[in-house]
């Protein structure tokens, strides 16, 4: 079956520092890869995505790079803010629909 | 951008009483929605796949006849919590997808989320 490993938090971070959050699968095809963000007390929010091998999702200043020969989604920002302190989710769905396999989820705490 | 709409946002049940939870596409069509539940400081886990017009398909473990879904129309998707426990206290969240999307480029959208206290 499918599955996502990312990396646990708490991540906690100065204002301006370098973010990064591992995230790994496992799937039997070629699924589509997520990050979804969710800021306290409210629900999810796609941050970026990437359907296929090579393809760089980027948002809001953060990035991640589709690598299939590692089978990885690595997000990245080079300088976060104290807006940025949320729980980030990385998520798969295969082709054949929209049904999400998340990943645990990393808090990220940004301090001023 | 597509908006789901989940409502109540909140809601407070005394033990043995049930809870609709509803969860409307308001800018499109979706053939399909999902219900996940999510513990506290955990992940979301899928718990049904919501098909307009046929039953739900319920994920491993998850109890069909204490969590009822009808997904009577294309942007409408509800919950039932029947004779709920204080076990049954988490936050639940519904997306959907755009039944134009038929690429499924853009993904699912989702709702808000509700957050379940059953005292």
């Known amino acids: 079956g499918n599955s996502v490993t990312q990396m646990e938090g708490p991540v906690t971070l100065s204002e301006e520092a370098f973010l990064t959050i591992n995230c790994t699968y496992t799937a039997t095809g070629y699924p589509s890869l997520f990050w979804y963000v969710q800021y306290p007390g409210e629900g999810l929010q796609l941050l970026l995505k990437a359907t296929k091998a090579d393809d760089k999702g980027s948002n809001k200043g953060f990035e991640a790079t589709y690598r299939k020969e590692t089978t990885s989604f690595h997000l990245e920002k080079g300088s976060v803010q104290v807006s940025d302190s949320a729980v980030y989710f990385c998520a798969l769905s295969e082709a054949a629909g929209n049904k999400l396999t998340f990943g645990g989820g990393t808090r990220v705490l940004v301090k001023p | 951008g597509a908006v789901v709409s989940q409502h109540p946002s909140r809601v407070i049940c005394k033990s043995g009483t049930s809870v609709k939870i509803e969860c409307r596409s308001l800018?499109?069509?979706?053939?399909?929605m999902f219900w996940y539940r999510q513990f506290p400081k955990q992940s979301l886990m899928l718990m049904a796949t919501?098909?307009?017009?046929?039953?739900?398909?319920?994920e491993q473990g998850v109890e069909k006849d204490k969590f009822l879904i009808n997904h009577a129309s294309l942007t409408l998707s509800t919950l039932t919590v029947t004779s709920a426990h204080p076990e049954d206290s988490s936050f639940y969240i519904c997306?959907?997808?755009?039944?134009?999307?038929?690429?499924?480029?853009?993904?699912?959208?989702f709702g808000q989320g509700t957050r379940l206290t059953v005292v």
């Open positions: 919501s098909n307009e017009g046929s039953k739900a398909t319920y």
């Open positions: 997306s959907a997808r755009d039944a134009r999307d038929s690429a499924r480029r853009r993904g699912a959208f």
């Open positions: 800018d499109f069509q979706a053939t399909t």
